[in-house]
């Protein structure tokens, strides 16, 4: 498995890659203008010349925002969302953000497992937060000393 850091290229792969994983995925034009901004950065996982995960983040002063974590499906469960965020949260921190946040579906347990054993905890809940009008748990993790 290869961990790097996205390329413009790599964009249509990525859009490619969430609408297999979500519901309501970005498109490729989410992705491109995230990419353009100074505060992205973005990693992903590629075997054999296919993108099987990505991550992103924007980090702003103490803080980065967790945007999408998404792993192909065949390659879930083997640690490659556990491998990207590691990035995201070092990077984070490299760039002097003190806290990682994100949000995610309360109906995904999964997630919430892999978030909670990687030291994030619960903050609050945005009700009606995704177009099919689910809440999304915020969650949240201390940088300081990583």
């Known amino acids: 498995m290869i961990y790097r850091e996205w390329t413009a290229e790599d964009i249509p792969n990525i859009a490619a890659l969430e609408k297999e994983c979500f519901s309501d995925p970005w498109n490729m034009r989410m992705f491109a203008d995230a990419f ?11 075997e054999d010349g296919e993108i099987v995960g990505y991550a992103l983040e924007t980090v702003l002063f103490e803080d980065a925002e967790i945007a999408n974590v998404a792993v192909k499906f065949t390659h879930r469960r083997k640690g490659l969302a556990g491998e990207m965020m590691d990035r995201l949260e070092g990077e984070a921190a490299r760039r002097g953000a003190e806290r990682s ?8 347990a ?3 497992g892999l978030y909670k054993k990687r030291g994030y905890t619960g903050v609050r809940v945005r009700s009606r937060y995704y177009p099919d009008g689910e809440d999304a748990l915020v969650m949240q993790k201390c940088l300081l000393g990583e």
Do not use: I, K, W, Y
């Open 101 to 108: 946040l994100l949000e995610v579906r309360v109906s995904n």
């Open 110 to 112: 999964p997630a919430m």
């Open 36 to 46: 353009s901004s100074d505060l992205f950065f973005g990693v992903l996982a590629e």
